[in-house]
């Protein structure tokens, strides 16, 4: 079994920073391509960022310049720094991954997200 769980999230004023964590747990052999995921209210959910096993980075154009991703492959934790937050950065943070577990082998695994809320 493989538990994705997000913290970090919360209330900040438009201009600030939070930094997002999602720790990978359970029957783990290798986390591939690990990603953020962000659905406002009213619309789908959207990629905000993505790193691969090999640290390749992608980012949503709309974030690029002012969010990070990166990851600690020791600790299967992924992070989102995410700095100069605008009104529009609001919204559930959800982590996704391409999880290989030794049991069931390659599959996506979702967290149930934190929320993030920028007042203006």
């Known amino acids: 079994q493989v538990h994705v769980v997000e913290s970090g999230g919360g209330l900040v004023q438009a201009g600030g920073s939070l930094r997002l964590s999602c720790a990978v747990s359970?029957?783990?052999?290798?986390?591939?391509?690990m990603g953020w995921y962000r659905q406002a209210p009213g619309k789908q959910r959207d990629l905000v960022a993505s790193i691969t096993d090999g640290g390749r980075i992608n980012y949503a154009d709309s974030v690029k310049g002012r969010f990070t991703i990166s990851r600690d492959n020791v600790r299967n934790t992924i992070y989102l720094q995410m700095n100069s937050l605008k009104p529009e950065d609001t919204g559930v943070y959800h982590c996704n991954g391409d999880i290989v577990t030794r049991h069931l082998g390659e599959r996506v695994y979702w967290g149930q997200g934190t929320q993030v809320t920028v007042s203006s």
């Open positions: 359970g029957d783990i052999f290798r986390l591939n391509s």
